[in-house]
């Protein structure tokens, strides 16, 4: 009897223990009671009712990503291209996600799948090639709310690769290679227009610079001509000035000395002899003839 009851207490208590459960962080627990849903446990310690409690279902509540293989789509101009696709999707109703949908990554996988023709259908190949973000969100909108009743919530969709038929890509090639040639050539013949104007432009400078700079040196030149000459002739009128105001002080210090009828006799002499001298064209005669006689004699007298 020991024994039986030892080995029931050690039953009971490896039941206890092999029913005491642990969820970890990010981890959801969804719970059966008697085959029916009971609770969902979040983060924590539980213990559940032997025999009676069995966990569901183990949802992981972090972001997960989906690489879909390529699908064969169809564009509007009847172009078939192979493109696969990235889907970001997160559990946030662990019950909805257990009971929702049976396989729930097989329904994103072929809801993506329909959703992306049903959108490409609608667009032609350059249009399909240069619009991924539009279709991006496109499927994203279509995947969200269709996935909202099985507690999925797509975050993001992107298209990883769009491939053409091979023909396609050699055209498109062709294409690019000559748009590039094309746009080579106008570079070049921009940069050889914008080389020719700058140089017809420095052209132009030089010649204004060196117009500007004849013009001030003529400028200067005449300043410094108009100079010498305002100088000269400020030179020659102090000059005369000088002479007239020796004159004026010669004849000033004349009257002062009160000069004679002898002095005065000689200067007449001294003047009619330089009108005389035979340089003018016309002589001229004292009408007092008388007077000669006496400039004579005074000069004589003035000479001893």
């Known amino acids: 009897m020991p024994y039986v009851f030892i080995a029931i207490l050690v039953l009971i208590v490896i039941v206890i223990i092999a029913n005491i459960k642990i969820v970890p ?40 990503v989906v690489d879909f293989p390529p699908q064969p789509v169809i564009t509007k101009d009847n172009v078939t291209m192979q493109i696969d696709t990235i889907v970001f999707f997160q559990i946030t109703d662990p019950k909805l996600f257990a009971y929702g949908v049976e396989k729930p990554i097989m329904a994103i996988e072929n809801l ?24 991006n969100a496109k499927i994203r909108g279509i995947l969200d709310e269709a996935t909202d009743p099985w507690g999925i919530k797509v975050n993001r969709v992107e298209l990883k690769n769009i491939l053409p038929p091979k023909e396609i890509q050699d055209a498109m090639e062709k294409q690019m290679k000559a748009e590039r040639q094309r746009r080579e050539a106008i570079l070049t013949a921009e940069g ?29 030149a005449a300043e410094a001509e108009r100079e010498s000459k ?33 002095y005065l006799t000689l200067q007449s002499l001294a003047a009619f002899q330089k009108a005389a001298d035979g340089q003018a064209t016309k002589l001229i005669i004292p009408s007092d003839l008388q007077g000669i006689a006496g400039l004579a004699a005074s000069a004589k007298e003035i000479l001893k």
């Open 192 to 220: 050889q227009k914008e080389s020719q104007i700058l140089v017809a432009e420095g052209q132009k400078e030089s010649q204004i610079l060196r117009a500007e700079a004849d013009k001030q040196s003529a400028i200067l």
């Open 230 to 262: 305002i100088r000269k002739a400020e030179g020659e009128a102090e000059a005369i000035l000088k002479v007239e105001e020796a004159r004026a002080k010669a004849i000033d210090y004349i009257n002062q000395a009160n000069p004679g009828q002898a």
């Open 25 to 64: 962080q990010s981890k959801a627990y969804v719970l059966e009671r008697l085959g029916a849903y009971n609770t969902t446990w979040q983060t924590g310690f539980h213990v559940k009712v032997p025999f009676i409690d069995r966990i569901a279902k183990q949802v992981s509540l972090k972001e997960q």
């Open 112 to 135: 993506t799948a329909t959703t992306l023709r049903n959108i490409i259908g609608e667009l032609e190949l350059d249009h399909t090639l240069t619009s991924r973000d539009t279709i």
